[in-house]
């Protein structure tokens, strides 16, 4: 059975830290890219980063991030404990939203797109307030 477990969310005050984990179980998570999404009240879901497949063949292994949260967030993945992270810093309270991770198979080419994605978590909410 395929899962995506977030955790690591909740409540930071702006300019502080916070890192998200997704935990992956039930598929061969080297093939898959695994991509970070947030969702913000009344706002569609949104692409934030992606990092490819880590098999050495059908991707290199590259991240994205979208403009607003490049410099500030880095993604990673550890696939010996088949966990992916978000490292957030520098958050703003326009980073509140549900985080999701997601995978797919091997790149992030229009990872931006949610559609693309084949398997979802069911989130974690960071809320950035003083």
């Known amino acids: 059975q395929v899962q995506l477990v977030e955790s690591g969310g909740g409540l930071v005050q702006p300019g502080g830290s916070l890192r998200l984990s997704c935990a992956a179980s039930?598929?061969?998570?080297?093939?898959?890219?695994i991509g970070w999404f947030r969702q913000a009240p009344g706002k569609e879901r949104e692409g934030v980063s992606c990092?490819?497949?880590?098999?050495?063949?059908?991707?290199?292994?590259?991240?994205f991030y979208a403009d607003s949260v490049k410099g500030r967030f880095t993604i990673s993945r550890d696939n010996a404990k088949n966990t992916m992270y978000l490292q957030m810093n520098s958050l703003k309270p326009e980073d509140t939203a549900v985080y999701y991770c997601?995978?797919?198979?091997?790149?992030?080419?229009?990872?931006?797109?949610?559609?693309?994605?084949?398997?979802w978590g069911k989130g974690t909410l960071v809320t950035v307030s003083s």
């Open positions: 039930g598929f061969p998570l080297d093939y898959y890219a």
């Open positions: 990092i490819g497949s880590s098999d050495g063949t059908t991707s290199d292994g590259s991240t």
């Open positions: 997601a995978a797919r198979l091997y790149s992030c080419s229009g990872y931006a797109d949610p559609s693309g994605m084949d398997y």
